[in-house]
């Protein structure tokens, strides 16, 4: 079945601090999408990114960095030289190809808090 | 502002009440899903709605839970004879059908305590 887990229920650094959230899904489809959310306080999810199954290529966007493994079934997220902005709680979720409703399955979040 | 948006934000409701939420998604959007959110969890896939036709519903969506979606605009989310394990945040999104991205638009979300 389906899955997503962020095994890190809550992180908390020093401004300035480099920080990895990580993220291991199953799934039995071949084709299927990845995605990381932010959540800040106020509470509306914001999209990061997405990753297709078939591209393996790591993205970089400012201090915003993901590695996609799919050998081990990973998707991890890393933030360079963190800020205080970037406390929030930070979702990955999958979608399968095979749902032709494209609903996103979660994982329970990481919360990441930054210390000024 | 053009982006996903929900009414109420807050709701506070007796045990037992009925109540509604709406959810007005991106206008050119013809894909609407509801989510639920607990605390210290994930959201989790309630039901999915192509233009007006109700596609699928998750298990979690008990007989006392209906959701409409009138001529595919706007949609709301109904809850009968609310009970406490009701509480949660109620998340709506969009997004567009027939692109390659998916990426779904959240809205603000609405949270229900019920008391």
């Known amino acids: 079945a389906q899955k997503v887990t962020q095994a890190q229920t809550e992180i908390s650094v020093v401004e300035k601090e480099d920080v990895t959230l990580d993220c291991v899904y199953e799934?039995?489809?071949?084709?299927?999408?990845l995605f990381w959310y932010k959540q800040p306080p106020s509470g509306e999810l914001v999209f990061l990114i997405r990753?297709?199954?078939?591209?393996?290529q790591n993205e970089i966007s400012g201090r915003y960095s993901w590695n996609f493994q799919k050998s081990t079934s990973s998707f991890n997220f890393t933030i360079t030289a963190s800020q205080v902005v970037d406390s929030a709680v930070y979702f990955c979720?999958?979608?399968?190809?095979?749902?032709?409703?494209?609903?996103?399955?979660f994982g329970q979040g990481t919360t990441l808090q930054v210390k000024p | 502002d053009t982006g996903v948006s929900q009414d109420p934000r807050h709701k506070i409701t007796k045990r037992g009440q009925n109540v509604t939420f709406r959810c007005d998604p991106i206008?050119?959007?013809?894909?609407l899903y509801w989510y639920r959110q607990t605390l210290g969890q994930g959201p989790e896939f309630l039901t999915y709605?192509?233009?007006?036709?109700?596609?699928?519903k998750s298990r979690l969506l008990s007989d006392r839970f209906s959701a409409e979606r009138p001529k595919g605009s706007f949609s709301t989310l109904e809850i009968q004879r609310t009970e406490q394990g009701d509480s949660a945040m109620y998340l709506c999104?969009?997004?567009?059908?027939?692109?390659?991205?998916?990426?779904?638009?959240f809205g603000p979300g609405t949270r229900l305590t019920v008391t």
């Open positions: 990753r297709n199954s078939f591209d393996e």
């Open positions: 709605f192509q233009n007006e036709a109700q596609l699928e």
């Open positions: 206008s050119e959007h013809n894909r």
């Open positions: 979720a999958l979608r399968e190809t095979s749902s032709n409703t494209g609903k996103l399955i």
């Open positions: 799934t039995r489809d071949t084709t299927y999408y």
């Open positions: 999104a969009s997004s567009l059908l027939g692109t390659l991205s998916y990426e779904q638009y």
